[in-house]
């Protein structure tokens, strides 16, 4: 396969043992955080801009296994990104009330306005993933989520929404590692669940959920970044992203020097009312 992060081209079959965890696209550690540092700053200018020209939404979906990398990927994007305009949407195991509704119901009231930009943290995909996992709802319904899935994303992107959709890939050594250090670290033992730890017990059942998702969900395709380096995986979230903007630039320019141009018109007639 091509050069990571892997993209999933629509309709592409999936076999995730194939997609190398610890991929680095032959960076050297150093080189990549310096490069990774320019591309956050270009990052942070292109969410300026969209933000100003009001005309695009922008959504990040990070999927991933226990211990992937979702929260490290969002405190290193929130190095760049401006508070101002930015949200994130964790989805947890879902309360009372949002399990009594369709399951896109409390995705929906998340997503971002233009201008705006959120990143999920786990997504409506976990219906398909935990959920078809754990039989939570019978395979008649999950089954259907697949479309509904797609539907939804479509309508996203028809109201000029931006889709990232991101899988963090590591391995099930690197994970074991990381749960490790969960009970070794304090500060991170507030993350410790035995949850994660049976959840692990269901590695491949996940890998199969996951291979069905991003096959049957690519319209908008899926990348899939090796997450056992995260100083990789911050890179190639960052370009990534930046890539993804980078043709929106010119656009948003168009609109702000119009925006410009209408404001400055309406100063010089309140100008020329003056005395
Ligand atoms: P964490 O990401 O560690 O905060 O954990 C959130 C937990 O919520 C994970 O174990 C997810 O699998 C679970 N979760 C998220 N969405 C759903 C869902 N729709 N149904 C069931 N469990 C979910
Ligand atoms: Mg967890």
Not at 52 to 72: E, I, N, P, S, Y
Not at 208 to 223: D, N
Request: charged content about 30%; some cysteine; hydrophobic content about 40%.
């Amino acid at each position: 396969m091509a050069k990571p992060p892997y993209k999933i081209e629509p309709g592409e079959r999936v076999n995730l043992e194939d997609l190398d965890t610890g991929a680095d696209g032959g960076w050297e550690r150093d080189a990549a955080e310096a490069r990774t540092l320019e591309l956050g700053k270009e990052l942070g200018e292109l969410q300026e801009l969209l933000y100003a020209a009001g005309q695009h939404a922008l959504l990040l979906v990070l999927q991933g296994r226990d211990t992937a990398g979702k929260d490290g990927t969002i405190r290193h994007l929130l190095l760049h990104l401006n508070a101002q305009g930015t949200s994130i949407a964790p989805f947890k195991v879902p309360t009372p009330k949002e399990i009594a509704h369709d399951f896109l119901w409390r995705v929906h009231q998340v997503t971002p306005g233009r201008g705006e930009t959120t990143i999920f943290n786990r997504s409506h995909y976990e219906d398909v993933l935990v959920v078809r996992v754990h039989s939570l709802v019978p395979e008649d319904v999950w089954k259907l989520r697949y479309e509904a899935i797609n539907n939804f994303e479509r309508l996203l992107v028809q109201s000029n929404t931006i889709v990232v959709k991101v899988m963090l890939h590591i391995s099930k050594d690197e994970q074991e590692q990381r749960l490790l250090e969960r009970e070794q670290e304090t500060e991170k033992a507030w993350k410790l669940s035995v949850g994660d730890w049976k959840e692990r017990e269901h590695w491949d059942a996940y890998t199969k959920a996951y291979e069905a998702a991003l096959e049957r969900c690519s319209e908008i395709p899926w990348h899939v970044v090796p997450a056992d380096k995260k100083w990789f995986r911050n890179l190639a979230v960052t370009e990534l992203l930046v890539e993804t903007l980078r043709p929106y630039r010119d656009g948003w320019m168009e609109k702000l020097a119009k925006l410009g141009e209408t404001a400055k018109a309406e100063l010089a007639e309140y100008r020329a009312t003056q005395p």
